[in-house]
């Protein structure tokens, strides 16, 4: 997966789901305006495809590649076989999907209440989450995507918890320097949405590839 692909094409039958090994996968609502949002991100913990799990081969967001990385892709009539060959594969998918849900659910509340800040440290607490190492790679256009929000906005934000030495960022990098104090400048999304995927997945250290 290389920056900018596009795995999931709005109003479109899919073909493929994906399983996502590394980078990240924003879903991306966009207005008739064009403007876009981001309302979700998978990672290695999900897929993208989440509407052939549900009996549908369509959905209106759009899953764009915001950090490279690798996954593993299935045709559409092969992932729909082994989701009735395998039913703990559906049980574990159907877990995802509330997970997802909640995720997205809780990012259209968090983005219409919370600051620039804290809305900037959940987002980099969900990313770093789902890569290795403290450094992601960002732009200004990224992430004011992500957020909802002007350029402008953003670097304030940012300029906020590097002054605050949470991160440092530059260069197109954002490195998280104190993830503690991130997550205490973080609104309460990151962790109701953090505790959720947690418990619905239920499943030892290490057997899910995310950050503990």
Not at 52 to 58: E, F, G, T
Not at 97 to 126: E, F, P
Not at 151 to 156: D, F, I, M, P
Not at 169 to 181: A, L, M, Q, S
């Amino acid at each position: 997966m290389i920056l900018r692909d596009v795995l999931q094409v709005p109003e479109q039958p899919m073909q493929t789901a994906w399983f996502i090994e590394t980078g990240i996968v924003s879903m991306l609502a966009t207005l008739e305006d064009g403007d876009s949002a981001e309302v979700g991100l998978v990672g290695n913990e999900g897929v993208v495809g989440l509407p052939l799990l549900l009996d549908d081969d369509r959905d209106d967001l759009e899953g764009t590649v915001q950090m490279a990385g690798t996954g593993y892709r299935l045709p559409a009539d092969a992932f729909r076989a082994a989701l009735e060959r395998l039913p703990a594969l559906r049980r574990l998918l159907n877990r995802y999907a509330l997970i997802h849900h909640g995720q997205v659910a809780r990012t259209g509340a968090c983005n219409g209440r919370h600051h620039i800040d804290q809305r900037l440290a959940r987002w980099l607490l969900m990313a770093h989450d789902r890569t290795e190492g403290d450094t992601v790679p960002f732009t200004h256009e990224m992430l004011s995507i992500m957020l909802g929000v002007r350029r402008a906005g953003v670097t304030v934000a940012a300029g906020a918890l590097q002054k605050a030495g949470l991160i440092r960022y530059g260069g197109g990098r954002i490195t998280i320097t104190d993830r503690p104090g991130l997550e205490a400048v973080a609104c309460e999304c990151y962790g109701i949405t953090r505790r959720a995927r947690d418990r619905l997945f239920g499943l030892p250290p290490g057997e899910i590839p995310y950050r503990r």
